[in-house]
């Protein structure tokens, strides 16, 4: 089953000039340094996985690529549209930006005043400029891709944390975006839980979904993703295909942290 | 006893005729001010900061002041500006302020309330700030705020009883009426008691119930 079919040919096109470049981005709290000199460029259809301490900067440079944190330094480009630290973005550039990044928190943060179904289609009507039907009818598509026709017109406190979360999933679908970003989708679940949201990720990366994914899934890091990027105090210590990376770091750093996760 | 209820009897008509401009003037104050809470509770919250001041004193003058002196600078102040306004436009204007002042706090705990991944939610799918507030933050915020705004309401209620002192014909106004023209003050106060009280008491135990059902589905 295919989460993006439209995918191969933007793999087939895009592979000279990436969808996502980060340059020298950098983020500082008042004086606390969070993330430094940040470069990072993703091709289409490639899934990279973000693992490293915790307080190394990963949500952070999550949040920094789609602006929910405005970087201090540096620029981010998505597609044709860049922007510099120091400049507010314009209203169209962040919507260009949102429309085509999309989002899973930790948290799920479902809205959870609105169905299940209004979820998923709030913003095709509010952004994309949809009916209401239309939206409707993409949303059940999207709902059961992810296995839950059937909650449509539940609310989401009426569901499980797993389902919380592959509703987010198809939430930030929604807008078809060109890029996925996960912060720690899994770590608020129950393993078992964290298998099927882990399931509907691994058949996105499968359709050829562009993806990031900051992760304390070891086995999703090594057997997923394309790509393996350790951070460790707001800078990337590390970053290769996942196989080289996860058993054999080359950096110190990097294999102190991957000596402590493996011993747990 | 049956003297006591022959004189209710006799001026039920003109007590329920000051009870319905009770209710009206206070309708009207909290139609007007609830809305001007929301936005003094926004306004408050604004990034400009000659909004944010503005909105301050409003809220400040009109949580400070008691409603007594709002509504006598409202009828025997602003005629000295050049603005002379009837008893009942006066009133609405006090107490709307007062409703604003008040309420636009219980909004803004409202709005505290909900949790900040939300907004950042409504804004990683795109929504723009108006529609993040009006589709997701506000929703959640305002349901939050229901119960304290009711019970506020039913103060105001009460504290239109104030709007005797600009000669405005509700309940307590016509309860002094009746007394000074019958001389029997303290039964015509006890009618003027029950009737508020007739609607305070219902309002005040329906409150509670849709408090605790609000609180069960949260
Ligand atoms: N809004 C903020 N204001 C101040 N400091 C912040 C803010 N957000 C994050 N930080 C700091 O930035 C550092 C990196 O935080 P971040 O959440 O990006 O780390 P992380 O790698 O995602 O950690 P974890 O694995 O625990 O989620 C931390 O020291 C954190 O305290
Ligand atoms: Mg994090």
């Known amino acids: 089953m295919s989460l993006n079919s439209s995918s191969i040919t933007q793999a087939d096109v895009a592979p000279k000039q990436p969808l996502l470049r980060l340059d020298a981005v950098g983020k500082t709290f008042g004086t606390h340094v969070v993330l430094e000199d940040i470069d990072l460029s993703l091709a289409a259809g490639e899934v990279v996985a973000i693992i490293g301490p915790s307080g190394s900067g990963k949500s952070t440079l999550l949040r920094c690529i789609n602006q929910l944190e405005p970087p201090t330094t540096g620029r981010v480009t998505i597609g044709d549209t860049t922007i510099e630290a120091g400049h507010t973005p314009t209203r169209r550039e962040l919507m260009v930006l949102r429309r085509s990044i999309g989002m899973v928190f930790q948290s799920f943060n479902l809205f959870p005043h609105l169905t299940v179904l209004r979820n998923v289609s709030l913003a095709q009507e509010r952004v994309m400029g949809r009916t209401r039907e239309q939206a409707d009818a993409v949303s059940m598509q999207l709902l059961a891709r992810v296995g839950l026709a059937d909650k449509a017109q539940q609310f989401p406190s ?31 679940l129950d393993p078992e839980l964290g298998l099927e949201v882990l399931s509907v990720m691994r058949e996105l990366a499968e359709g050829g979904m562009t993806m990031i994914v900051v992760t304390h899934e070891m086995r999703f890091a090594e057997n997923v993703s394309d790509r393996v990027i350790i ?14 990376v996860m058993r054999n770091p080359q950096t110190e750093r990097a294999q102190r942290f991957l000596h402590a996760v493996k011993d747990r | 006893m049956n003297d006591l209820v022959d004189f209710w009897l006799e001026h039920l008509p003109a007590m329920l005729d000051g009870l319905m401009v009770s209710v009206q003037v206070t309708g009207v104050s909290l139609a007007i001010g609830v809305p001007l809470g929301l936005l003094l ?42 603005l002379s306004l009837d008893s009942f436009s006066s009133a609405v204007i006090a107490l709307a302020w007062c409703t ?63 709007c005797f002192a600009i000669a405005l014909p509700e309940l307590v106004s016509q309860a002094y009426l009746i007394g000074s023209t019958t001389f029997r003050y303290m039964p015509i106060l ?9 609607i305070c008491i219902p309002a005040t135990i329906a409150v509670s119930a849709l408090e605790r059902k609000l609180g069960a589905h949260a």
């Open chain 1, 231 to 244: 951070m460790a105090d707001g800078r990337i210590v590390e970053q290769g295909p996942s196989g080289t």
């Open chain 2, 100 to 162: 604003g002042a008040y309420t636009s706090e219980i909004i803004r705990a409202g709005l505290e309330a909900v949790p900040h991944g939300q907004k950042e939610a409504a804004e990683a799918i795109g929504l723009n700030h108006l529609d993040a507030l009006r589709y997701v933050i506000l929703p959640q915020a305002l349901r939050v705020s229901v119960p304290a705004l009711l019970g506020f309401s039913i103060l105001m209620l009460q504290a239109s009883s104030l």
């Open chain 2, 190 to 198: 006890v009618l003027a008691g029950l009737l508020y009280a007739a």
């Open chain 1, 158 to 188: 009426r569901c499980s944390g797993g389902q919380q979360q592959r509703i987010a999933i198809a939430r930030a679908l929604a807008l078809d975006p060109q890029i996925m970003l996960f912060d720690e989708p899994t770590s608020a």
């Open chain 2, 41 to 82: 509770a926004l306004a408050v919250q604004s990034r400009s900061k000659p909004m944010r001041g503005i909105a301050i004193v409003v809220v400040e003058v009109g949580r400070g002041a008691p409603a007594l002196i709002l509504l006598q600078f409202t009828y025997f102040g602003l005629p000295n500006a050049g």
